[in-house]
T-cell receptor
Framework: SQQGEEDPQALSIQEGENATMNCSYK?????LQWYRQNSGRGLVHLIL?????REKHSGRLRVTLDTSKKSSSLLITASRAADTASYFC???????????FGTGTQLKVEL | NAGVTQTPKFRVLKTGQSMTLLCAQD?????MYWYRQDPGMGLRLIHY???????AKGEVPDGYNVSRLKKQNFLLGLESAAPSQTSVYFC?????????????FGPGTRLLVL
């Protein structure tokens, strides 16, 4: 079964708006990672946040982690059409040799 | 630096046929992974390797075998393909384990089993 579950499954916004995606997981984690996948392409790493961190920023991206609620959120500010993609969270648990991916959020940014 | 490359990009097989998917990385990474991605689902780990000559099972290993004879290559084999193995296969690599580092992904191989 999937460790991470993203919400919403699909999101459509206008260019310039902010997009927020949420990820919930079931068991304690070492870290949580967010990836982007453009249609027909491989995944590209966005941000890694460790279990002892609460917030990280990278350019227009902001990731938060709430270990008490077993959840994370990815905020993309001032979205652009080029941000149209699927976004996945992935968690590292246990021995730390494996990533477990969620089901993803499909983001569409319209002009 | 080509990063992570996968061969072939697309393949059609008949049920029962065999094939090998090749993953190559030029980043001197220790860790390599094979995932499959099916519609509406995230990536699921098939097998992985923590170094040359090592392999380990992931979440969905049945029907697949792997080999890591050279550090830069990770091969995924299907001995007798089944329609349920129709999927997009992604290879990934990293220098450190996931608890310390993110993974670098290849462009994927689309496999259709008829």
């Amino acid at each position: 079964s999937q460790q991470g579950e993203e919400d919403p499954q699909a999101l459509s916004i206008q260019e310039g708006e902010n997009a927020t995606m949420n990820c919930s997981y079931k068991t304690s984690i070492n870290n949580l990672q967010w990836y982007r996948q453009n249609s027909g392409r491989g995944l590209v790493h966005l941000i890694l946040i460790r279990s002892n961190e609460r917030e990280k920023h990278s350019g227009r991206l902001r990731v938060t982690l709430d270990t008490s609620k077993k959840s994370s959120s990815l905020l993309i500010t001032a979205s652009r059409a080029a941000d149209t993609a699927s976004y996945f969270c992935a968690t590292v648990t246990g021995g730390g040799n494996k990533l477990t991916f969620g089901t993803g959020t499909q983001l569409k940014v319209e002009l | 630096n080509a990063g992570v490359t996968q061969t072939p990009k697309f393949r059609v097989l008949k049920t029962g046929q065999s094939m090998t998917l090749l993953c190559a990385q030029d980043m001197n990474h220790e860790y390599m992974y094979w995932y499959r991605q099916d519609p509406g689902m995230g990536l699921r780990l098939i097998h992985y390797s923590v170094g040359e000559g090592t392999t380990a099972k992931g979440e969905v290993p049945d029907g697949y075998n792997v080999s890591r004879l050279k550090k830069q290559n990770f091969l995924l084999g299907l001995e007798s393909a089944a329609p349920s193995q129709t999927s997009v296969y992604f290879c990934a690599s990293s220098y450190d384990p996931p608890q310390r580092e993110t993974q670098y992904f290849g462009p994927g191989t689309r496999l259709l089993v008829l």
